[in-house]
């Protein structure tokens, strides 16, 4: 039976307290650092709680993907992510967790997820 997919605050912060327990502390909490990556930068701190909210409100409305096809689940979860990556509730790890639980909730919606790059047409086009 797949792992049970609670509020995905929460359970983001379970995995990754579980990859990160033995390196880090502070494995499992929210950043409380503003962060960016080159130019780039991520929600501030005090727009997480609202942001994780708002993703989880969507994930519950999408019912969790249950029952999705494949194509459906890859464009609603990579949605999501993208969000959640820009969220970037922490520190450091957040691609590593954020894959865990897509694997998760791939589980629970009989889809599966892949490492595997899109071939670049396709990315441009996701990224539209």
């Not at 922490?90 to 897509?102: H, K």
């Not at 396709?122 to 990224?127: E, G, I, M, N, Q």
């Amino acid at each position: 039976m797949p792992a049970a997919i609670g509020p995905i605050s929460a359970h983001l912060k379970a995995i990754r307290r579980h990859l990160f327990q033995d390196l880090y502390a502070w494995a499992g909490e929210v950043r409380t650092v503003e962060i960016a990556e080159g130019d780039s930068r991520f929600q501030p701190m005090r727009l997480i709680k609202t942001g994780m909210a708002d993703i989880h409100r969507r994930i519950v409305a999408a019912g969790y993907f249950l029952g999705s096809v494949p194509d459906a689940f890859a464009e609603g979860a990579g949605l999501l992510l993208g969000d959640v990556n820009h969220v970037h509730p922490f520190r450091e790890g957040n691609g590593r967790t954020q894959f865990q639980y897509l694997k998760q909730l791939a589980a629970r919606s009989n889809s599966r997820p892949s490492r595997n790059s899109p071939r670049p047409a396709t990315a441009r086009r996701s990224c539209r």
